[in-house]
């Protein structure tokens, strides 16, 4: 599945719409506030399915802040008072938001592209994974552990980290949530929490592997990826805030 979506040669992408019709690429360029956005993003999704408003990729931070997934554990939270604790719609565990942290709310509409859960989650990691390749770093999927997580291996031993987070919901085929990459966010903020509710491994992000990637040129790499395995954008505005 990954090769092909990864394929430079696929045309049109593996996962793109039936009418190659552009997705919107919004940025926001200041912190954004976690209950807000999410009204936000749950409105606009709304609109998609409606037929009222199209596709949109927004791309955010937020202050810093733990989120729980529909799977969250309650021992995994193991300091509540450390940052503000948000519930989630989204597929998966806790997790955690903060500066530094690449959010990409991804609302697409599943009934134009291909009505397969499975599939929109590996083009997902494959999204990651093509991003990530521009800076000559190898993302990996593991079975069982939804997300793209960086092997570093040094003189008889080796250890997985994860480098960007995966958590979707769908409603009426559109998706929302989405992925978060760590570009340089500050990595003890992960320790309030079992990330993703896995214990035997870490987090990374590309500054901690050597990579002195600023935020611009990370988005650079996740808009060409973006449209190698979803399809063409364009320029668009954040949704209005909610709240």
């Known amino acids: 599945m990954l090769d092909h979506l990864l394929n430079p040669g696929a045309s049109p992408p593996i996962f793109g719409r039936d009418d190659a019709a552009p997705a919107g690429w919004a940025v ?6 976690y209950p807000q956005a999410v009204a936000a993003m749950e409105a606009r999704a709304a609109a998609i399915a409606e037929g009222r408003a199209g596709e949109l990729v927004w791309l955010l931070e937020h202050p810093p802040l733990y989120t729980a997934g529909v799977s969250a554990k309650s021992g995994d939270l193991l300091d509540a008072a450390r940052f503000p604790v948000f519930e989630s719609g989204r597929g998966g565990q806790y997790t955690y938001h903060g500066p530094g942290q690449r ?11 291909k009505k397969d859960v499975r599939a929109f989650v590996a083009a997902l990691e494959a999204w990651v994974i093509d991003a990530l390749a521009a800076f000559n770093l190898e993302g990996q999927i593991r079975e069982g552990r939804v997300g793209v997580w960086v092997e570093r291996k040094g003189a008889g031993w080796s250890r997985e ?7 979707v919901k769908l409603r ?20 309030g929490i079992v990330p993703c509710g896995v214990t035997e491994h870490g987090v990374t992000s590309l500054v901690d592997q050597g990579l002195p990637v600023s935020m611009a040129e990370a988005d650079a790499a996740l808009k060409s990826a973006f449209e190698r395995v979803f399809g063409p954008v364009e320029a668009a505005e954040p949704p209005p805030l909610i709240g």
């Not at 926001?28 to 506030?33: A, L, N, Q, R």
């Not at 959010?103 to 592209?113: E, F, S, W």
């Not at 989405?178 to 340089?184: A, F, H, R």
């Open 161 to 167: 980290d994860k480098i960007a987070a995966i958590g």
């Open 28 to 33: 926001s360029t200041t912190p954004v506030p």
């Open 103 to 113: 959010v990409a709310y991804v609302m697409l509409d599943l009934g134009r592209r």
């Open 172 to 191: 009426r085929w559109v998706s929302f949530h989405g992925v978060s990459l760590n570009v340089e966010p500050d990595l003890s903020h992960f320790a």
